[in-house]
C-alpha cells in the first residue's frame, strides 16, 4: 500500500468522540469487525441500525436491528427500501465471507463469496444512492458511505469470469471481491455526487470472515484466528482507533480516499484505470440482472 501524504485530517481523540444525533447504518454490522463498529459508535451516543441474519446486542441502547440473508440479491433489494437513507450521516458496509475451497453457488446462481462479499454491495448502492442524505438539508455535510475490503493492496480483478463458472480458485474469486469493493468507492463517488465515498483496509482482524474457508470451529480455524489475534489488533480496538477518523470534520472536503488499519491515508491501486473501472462494473451489474 502507498501512503497518501497529500492528505492530513485533523479529528477529534476517541476518548472524547461524541456521536450524539448521528444516524449510522452498518450492513454487516452483527458480527466482526461491523459489530465492534456499532458497539463502539453507539457508545459515543450515535443511533446505529445493523443489517445481518443474527443479532447479539439485543439489550444494548442505540442499536436497532435488521434481519436479512445478505446473499440474496432480492433481500438486499429488500434491505435498500428499508434504510433509513434520506436522513442518515453515515452508511458502513462490513459484511462479507471468504470463498470456499470449493465452488459455492447462491440460490439466484451466483458465486457466494461474490454475492455476499461485494454484489449485495453493489445492489443496495444503486437503489440508496440517490437518495443519501437527501432529508438532511443542503446546509448539512453529505452523507459518508465507507466501504470495508482490502483497498490499495494491488487487486484490480479479473474480468470476463466474475461468477467463476469458467475457472474455480478460492483466492482468485475471493482477490475479485477484493478489487470489487475498491472499484465501488470509485465508481460510487464519481456516479453519485450528493454522497462522500471512502475505502477501508482493517488488515488482518481475528473475526469469523475465514470460516468459510477453514470450516467453523475446525483445527486449522482456531490455530489462524488465535495467530491473527496475537499479532493484530481487535476488532474493538479497530473500531475506536478508526470511528475518530470516519466522523473527522475535515473529511468533508475529500472523496474517493482509502484508509489503512491505523486511519492513515493510501492511494487506490496502480490499474484502477476508468476504462478498467467501468469495465468491471458493467459485468458486476449483468450478474445483479441475471440474479433478478
Do not use: C, W
Not at 37 to 53: E, H, I, K, P, T
Not at 156 to 176: C, F, P, T
Amino acid at each position: 500500500m502507498k501512503k497518501n501524504s497529500s492528505i492530513s485530517l485533523s479529528h477529534v481523540a476517541s476518548a472524547t468522540l461524541s456521536l450524539k444525533g448521528k444516524k449510522v447504518a452498518i450492513v454487516g454490522g452483527t458480527g466482526g469487525i461491523g459489530q465492534a463498529l456499532s458497539r463502539y459508535m453507539a457508545s459515543r451516543g450515535a443511533d446505529v441500525m445493523v443489517v445481518g441474519q443474527t443479532f447479539r446486542d439485543a439489550d444494548t441502547p442505540g442499536i436497532t436491528f435488521l434481519r436479512a440473508d445478505l446473499a440474496s440479491m432480492k433481500e438486499a433489494a429488500r434491505v435498500a427500501k428499508l434504510l433509513p437513507s434520506e436522513e442518515l450521516d453515515m452508511l458502513v458496509f462490513t459484511t462479507g465471507i471468504f470463498a470456499a475451497p470449493q465452488r459455492q453457488v447462491t440460490a439466484e446462481g451466483i458465486e457466494k463469496d461474490m454475492a455476499v462479499s461485494y454484489l449485495s454491495r453493489l445492489a443496495i448502492l444503486r437503489q440508496v444512492g440517490p437518495i443519501l442524505g437527501r432529508a438532511r438539508g443542503a446546509t448539512s455535510s453529505k452523507t459518508r458511505v465507507f466501504v470495508m475490503g482490502y483497498p490499495g493492496t494491488g487487486q484490480i480483478g479479473r474480468l470476463g469470469d466474475l461468477n467463476a463458472e469458467q475457472n474455480y480458485s478460492a483466492m482468485a474469486v475471493h482477490m475479485n471481491t477484493v478489487a470489487g469493493n475498491e472499484i465501488l468507492v470509485l465508481d460510487s463517488a464519481k456516479r453519485y455526487l450528493n454522497a462522500r465515498f471512502f475505502g477501508l483496509n482493517p488488515g488482518l482482524i481475528k473475526t469469523n470472515i475465514r470460516d468459510n474457508f477453514f470450516g467453523r470451529g475446525s483445527l486449522k480455524s482456531k490455530i489462524m484466528e488465535s495467530l491473527i489475534g496475537l499479532l493484530t489488533q481487535s476488532p474493538a480496538q479497530y473500531a475506536e482507533r478508526i470511528s475518530s477518523i470516519l466522523f473527522a470534520p475535515d473529511l468533508e472536503k475529500f472523496n474517493s480516499i482509502f484508509f489503512d488499519k491505523k486511519g492513515n491515508p493510501i492511494h487506490a491501486s496502480d490499474g484502477m484505470t476508468s476504462s478498467h473501472v467501468n469495465r468491471f462494473i458493467e459485468e458486476s451489474e449483468a450478474l445483479l440482472q441475471m440474479a433478478a
